[in-house]
């Protein structure tokens, strides 16, 4: 199982940056996928996630209004759009899968089914 994350960079605030993650040897459709991320220094922190059915969308408060994630299960691949980027966001983004609809709100220590290396993600003028 392999979930490839790009799509990372450098931007000035207030920028976008668009991140992919492509999945291989499981099939999105079946599980919750989301986006976290980590600065340096600290913890991993729940950015983004969108349950199975791509019924529910649940984003930390920080990425609300900003950030949009979505999922092509046709594609097995999943984005997040990020808008007004400010350097708060910046972090090692990775993406996510796992079976339980709370993936993003089981905290720090949950045990992540599968994910994959990240993307850095760098907002600075």
């Known amino acids: 199982?392999?979930?490839?994350?790009?799509?990372?960079?450098?931007?000035?605030?207030?920028?976008?940056?668009?991140?992919?993650?492509?999945?291989?040897?499981?099939?999105?459709?079946?599980?919750?996928?989301?986006?976290?991320?980590?600065?340096?220094?600290?913890?991993?922190?729940?950015?983004?996630?969108?349950?199975?059915g791509n019924v529910r969308k649940w984003y930390a408060d920080s990425a609300k209004g900003r950030f949009t994630i979505s999922r092509v299960d046709t594609k097995n691949t999943i984005y997040l759009q990020m808008d007004s980027l400010k350097p708060e966001d910046t972090a090692v983004y990775f993406c996510a899968a796992d079976l339980s609809p709370n993936l993003c709100v089981s905290g720090r220590g949950y045990p992540i089914s599968y994910r994959g290396q990240g993307t850095q993600v760098t907002v600075s003028s």
């Open 1 to 52: 199982v392999q979930l490839q994350a790009s799509g990372g960079g450098l931007v000035q605030p207030g920028g976008s940056l668009r991140l992919s993650c492509a999945a291989s040897g499981l099939t999105l459709d079946d599980y919750t996928i989301g986006w976290f991320r980590q600065a340096p220094g600290a913890g991993r922190e729940a950015v983004s996630c969108v349950d199975s």
